[in-house]
C-alpha cells in the first residue's frame, strides 16, 4: 500500500478539459470511491494514478515519491472496471489474485493479500463464487 497524492492535477484531450486543478491525498491503507456522472473524469484520474494517461500539468505522489512520468509497470498499480473486468471462468479468489499470479508471487504471499483485500472489502464469503453468482 502507498499514500497517493495528486497536487493540481490537470488533462487535456486537444481543446477538451477532463480535470481541472484536482487535488486529492489518499492515505495508505485509505478506501476511497468516485462518483460522479458520466463524462466527469473518474475514468480519467483512475488513468493517471495508474499512469495510463500523463497529466497536462500538476504532479502524482506515491509515498512522496514523484510518479508523474513513470510507466504503469513501474507504478505497480492494477484497476477493477464495474463491468467486463472478471473472468468468468474463475472465482472471485482467482480474479483477486490474477495479477499477483502473472507475477509469479508465491502461493502463499498470495493466499495472503487476497485475505486482506477480502477482508478490507468485507467481501470474504464471496472468494468461491464465479462472476455469475455475484449480485450487480
Known amino acids: 500500500m502507498a499514500s497517493i ?10 481543446k477538451v478539459t477532463a480535470l481541472d486543478g484536482v487535488n486529492l491525498q489518499i492515505d495508505d491503507g485509505e478506501f476511497i ?10 475514468t480519467t484520474l483512475m ?3 495508474a499512469g ?14 514523484d510518479v508523474t512520468n513513470l510507466s504503469p509497470k513501474e507504478r505497480n ?12 471462468h474463475m472465482k472471485v479468489f482467482d480474479n483477486i489474485a490474477f495479477p499477483l499470479t ?11 493479500r487476497v ?16 462472476p455469475w453468482q455475484l449480485s450487480g
Open 77 to 88: 498499480v492494477g484497476l477493477v472496471f464495474q463491468n467486463w473486468a472478471l473472468y468468468p
Open 5 to 14: 497524492v495528486l497536487e493540481n492535477i490537470t488533462k487535456k484531450f486537444g
Open 52 to 65: 495510463i494517461y500523463r497529466p497536462t500539468s500538476g504532479r502524482i505522489l506515491f509515498d512522496g515519491r
Open 115 to 130: 485475505h486482506e483485500v477480502a477482508s478490507m472489502l468485507k467481501i470474504e464469503a464471496l472468494l468461491e463464487r464465479y
Open 33 to 42: 470511491v468516485l462518483l460522479g456522472p458520466s463524462g466527469s473524469g473518474k
Open 102 to 112: 502473472l507475477k509469479k508471487t508465491d502461493r502463499n504471499t498470495i493466499q495472503q
Open 47 to 49: 488513468y493517471l494514478i
